[in-house]
C-alpha cells in the first residue's frame, strides 16, 4: 500500500471551546468529531486520543451501547478509571484505533462489503496510565487486538471463510493549561480473509503508521490546533 501523508493545520479557529465531565461517542459524532477524542472539544473521551487528560479523569465507568461486531456503527465499547495514590489508571474493552480506521478506508476504496470484506480485530482492550502535576499531566496507553476465526458450515450450507485479525498501538501525550500534545503508533496490524472458491486471501499487511496532533489556546474562545497523520 502506498504511502499516504494527511497534515490539517489550523492557525485560528474560532470556536466556543467546549468541556463537559461527560460524553458519548454520539455527542463527539453528531459535532463531526472523531469519536475517540477531539482537538478543540474536551471531554470524558479526550483520553482516547491524549491519555494525558486520563490525570484529570475521576474514578468511574462508562458503557457504550452498540452492536457486538466489529467494526459496526455503533460499536459496543466500555471501561473503567480508576485511581491509585497520584497515579490513573483506566482499561477499556472494544477499543477502536488507527488500524479500525486503515481497515475501513481499504475495504471502502476497494468496493469490498459482507463476508469477503477484510476483518477488523476482535476482542480489543487498551489500558492507560496517567499522572503528573496540576499544572502539567503526561499519559500513555497500549491497544491490543487478536482474533482469528475458522472457516464452519452455518445451517448446513453457509460458509464462514478463514479470517484473522490483529494490532498492537501505542499512545502517548502531555496535557497542560491551555495546551496538548499526543502521538500514537500502530506498530503492527494486520487482517486476512479468505475469498472465493480458489480461497485466494485477501491480506492486509498494515505498516507503522502515525497520527499526532494538539493545540494551543490563543485566547479564551480561540484555539489553534494541528494534526499529523503519515501511513
Known amino acids: 500500500m502506498s504511502n499516504r501523508l494527511l497534515l490539517s493545520f489550523v492557525v485560528l479557529m474560532a470556536a466556543t471551546l467546549s468541556s ?4 458519548t461517542r454520539a455527542r463527539l459524532n453528531s459535532l463531526g468529531q ?41 460499536q459496543a465499547e466500555g471501561g473503567v478509571t480508576s485511581s491509585r495514590g497520584d497515579m490513573k489508571f ?20 476497494a468496493g469490498i462489503t459482507g463476508a469477503g470484506a477484510r476483518p477488523f480485530p476482535k476482542n480489543t482492550f487498551q489500558g ?3 499522572g503528573g502535576t496540576s499544572a502539567q499531566k503526561w499519559g500513555g ?5 487478536n482474533s482469528e476465526n475458522k472457516s ?4 448446513g450450507n453457509t460458509a464462514y471463510p478463514n479470517s484473522k485479525a490483529s494490532t498492537l498501538e501505542l499512545g502517548g501525550g502531555i496535557q497542560q493549561s491551555g495546551l496538548m500534545g499526543y502521538g500514537k503508533l500502530l506498530l503492527m496490524g494486520t487482517s486476512e480473509i479468505e475469498a472465493g472458491a480458489t480461497a485466494n486471501t485477501n491480506k492486509l499487511d498494515a505498516k507503522p503508521s502515525i497520527e499526532a496532533g494538539g493545540h494551543y489556546d490563543l485566547a479564551a474562545d ?6 499529523l497523520q503519515l501511513a
Do not use: C, K
Open 128 to 130: 492507560l496510565i496517567a
Open 141 to 145: 496507553s497500549v491497544l491490543y487486538g
Open 90 to 109: 483506566g482499561l477499556q474493552l472494544g477499543a477502536a484505533g488507527l488500524m479500525q480506521g486503515l481497515i475501513t478506508t481499504v475495504n471502502t476504496g
Open 20 to 23: 463537559s465531565a461527560h460524553a
Open 152 to 155: 464452519e458450515l452455518v445451517g
Open 222 to 227: 480561540l484555539r489553534g490546533f494541528a494534526q
Open 34 to 74: 472523531n469519536t475517540n477524542g477531539s482537538l478543540y472539544i474536551e471531554d470524558q473521551r479526550s483520553m482516547f486520543q491524549n491519555p494525558a487528560y486520563l490525570a484529570s479523569a475521576s474514578s468511574s465507568a462508562n458503557f457504550e451501547l452498540g452492536s457486538a461486531t466489529v467494526g459496526a456503527t455503533p
